[in-house]
């Protein structure tokens, strides 16, 4: 084992710069570059800046590692392994760390996936320092912090095998986008421009083809955390977010229950109208089930996804209690561009199919992230 700050040659938060929206000038990372720890190019900010000499220090080099050391709890820790494109220059910004490796001991690889396992996270928490709206810690504690570290030869070993398992579950992953992105494609060929209804398909009021029923919000004195004979799961729009369905209330208390086959939508946001899939149980006042009155549910599902009618309902959002809400009426009134069951059903069809491949694409990709926790288990422990 080492201590980081004897095998990191650099471990420093970044330059501090104001970064403003619309600004131009050399791209700055800053907390959300790393969100979904990788280097995101599309999450950069600016302020600006044209010329670069007084941030040479600070410009990230191939391999730097970024850490998050402020932000909430569940966060810290979180890091991202930076890959130079081409003759990039990226300004190293504040609220981030970089990590440059000394690369006579220490491959960069090697570290960035050290850094996601659950035994560097638990050293993280011994150092983590906590106040009421975010947590963190300093560069003196995190010098302090352990690395295993083999050989050269052997770090690149296992840095190649966890790249390839790495690779593989990128690309299936980028299997499903193409699906999504391929039934988005079918529905616009299919049915055309949902405002210019370009189809010249018959226009029905959004009130005669979908009934909305909203949910009941019960006293959070009598939430549960275990299931009984007695209670039903309470569905809540947060739980979507963390994929933890926790809650639950005597069945007496439920007034409307969703399964999941339900459309399901968020009334409030940001961003409203999301569009969920459904979960056997009683739903909230956050939520709302979206029942078809006339034709098949994918079709109306798909529909209720597009932008055009997302963008109005954004604009004519309503603020009730602190929140951006649906307004109801509005929505019970937008015009949809009705084409033939017949038509609807072919889509139907071709969305069943596609989720079949999705659910092999799924099944392939739990088995390549139980590998890929396996081998972390067996090389860093």
Known sequence: MAKLGDVFTLIRNGASIKQTEGAGGFPITRIETIANRKVDHKKFGYADIVDITKYESYVLQDGDILMSHIN????????????????????????????????????????????????????????????????????????????????????????????????LIAQRRAQLDKLDLLVEA???????????????????KMKDVVQFEGGSQPDKSFFEYSPTENNVRLI????????????????????????????????????????????????????????????????????LKQK?????????????????????????????????????NQFSSFVEQTEKSKLTILESLDKLEMIKKALMQNYFG
């Open 236 to 303: 809540q729009i947060r739980d979507y977010k963390s994929n933890k369905f926790i809650t639950y209330i005597p069945k007496s208390l439920a007034r409307r229950f969703c399964t999941a086959d339900d459309i399901m939508i968020g009334r409030y946001g940001p961003p409203i109208f999301q569009i969920l899939g459904g979960i056997d149980g009683a739903y909230n006042v956050a939520l709302m089930k979206a029942t078809p009155k006339m034709g098949n549910r994918e079709f109306i599902r798909h529909f």
């Open 72 to 167: 909430s709890e569940k966060h810290l820790g979180k890091v991202a392994l930076y890959k130079k494109q081409v003759n990039e220059q990226i300004i190293h910004g504040m609220n981030l760390l970089v990590l440059r490796a000394n690369p006579k001991i220490l491959l960069s690889d090697y570290a960035a996936y050290f850094f996601e396992t659950p035994g560097f996270l638990r050293q993280i928490q011994k150092i983590t320092k906590k106040s009421v709206n975010q947590a963190s810690f300093t560069v003196t504690a995190l010098k302090e912090l352990e690395i295993p570290l083999p050989s050269l030869d052997e770090q690149r070993r296992i840095a190649a095998v966890l790249d390839k398992v790495t690779d």
């Open 186 to 204: 079918l529905f616009n060929e299919m049915f055309g421009d949902p405002i210019l209804n370009t189809k010249e398909f018959p226009v029905y």
């Open 308 to 344: 055009c009618l997302l963008h109005y309902l954004e604009g004519l959002s309503k603020r009730t209690a602190g929140q951006d809400g649906i307004q109801m009426d509005k929505l019970k009134e937008y015009p949809v561009p009705y084409p033939p069951v017949e038509l609807q």
